[in-house]
T-cell receptor, first 113, second 110 residues
């Protein structure tokens, strides 16, 4: 199993550009989430999904869209990039059940100039 | 509302000293609590789940519902324990919504 795969690893965007961060998992996990990691802020939940076709907002959803058309994929779209979205983005997945932990991807380091 | 607080941004200890990383939570139901570790510029890895009551790499954590705490402890720190540690809370109801604290950087000096 490859686990949770995120692409790209690094990206530089200009303000106002849009892009999609890709996330795929091959573990047949029902739950998937996107987090952003900023110094001093820890990890903040952007959007999450409990299954194909079902998504919900986390703590900081503004400026981001998600969709979950398949169990495997959970892309994160930045609609119009802003410097405040400069961050490290992590995707994670887990099986159903509150006591199970998430498996994380290696992250995408995004800089918006 | 779910909330996780890690009061220390940085904890610095000498090798062989005991370590306690603090975590307090706010949740009205029965929480599921986790500790994650992130070594320098790597992905987060699950370290402990409170439900399993296990010891990983010498670390343990006990859920104290009275004090709403889930502190991470290790009796003798090693240099390889230097990393960022995150406490996380998954509320009951199987929402999949995992909330993290701000993280504590553990620095173990030789």
């Amino acid at each position: 199993n490859a686990g949770v795969t995120q692409t790209p690893k690094f990206q530089v965007l200009k303000t106002g550009q849009s892009m999609t961060l890709q996330c795929a998992q091959d573990m047949n996990h029902e739950y998937m989430s996107w987090y952003r990691q900023d110094p001093g802020m820890g990890l903040r939940l952007i959007h999450y999904s409990v299954g194909a076709g079902i998504t919900d907002q986390g703590e900081v959803p503004n400026g981001y869209n998600v969709s979950r058309s398949t169990t495997e994929d959970f892309p994160l779209r930045l609609l119009s990039a802003a410097p405040s979205q400069t961050s490290v983005y992590f995707c994670a997945s887990k099986i159903q059940g509150a006591s199970y932990g998430y498996t994380f991807g290696s992250g995408t380091r995004l800089t918006v100039v | 509302a779910q909330r996780v607080t890690q009061p220390e941004k940085l904890l610095s200890v000498f090798k062989g000293a005991p370590v306690e990383l603090k975590c307090n939570y706010s949740y009205s139901g029965s929480p599921e609590l986790f500790w994650y570790v992130q070594y320098s510029r790597q992905r987060l890895q699950l370290l402990l789940r409170h439900i399993s009551r296990e010891s990983i790499k010498g670390f343990t954590a006990d859920l104290n519902k009275g004090e709403t705490s889930f502190h991470l402890k290790k009796p003798f720190a090693q240099e390889e324990d230097s990393a960022m540690y995150y406490c996380a809370l998954n509320g009951s109801g199987n929402t999949g919504k995992l909330i993290f604290g701000q993280g504590t950087t553990l620095q173990v000096k030789p």
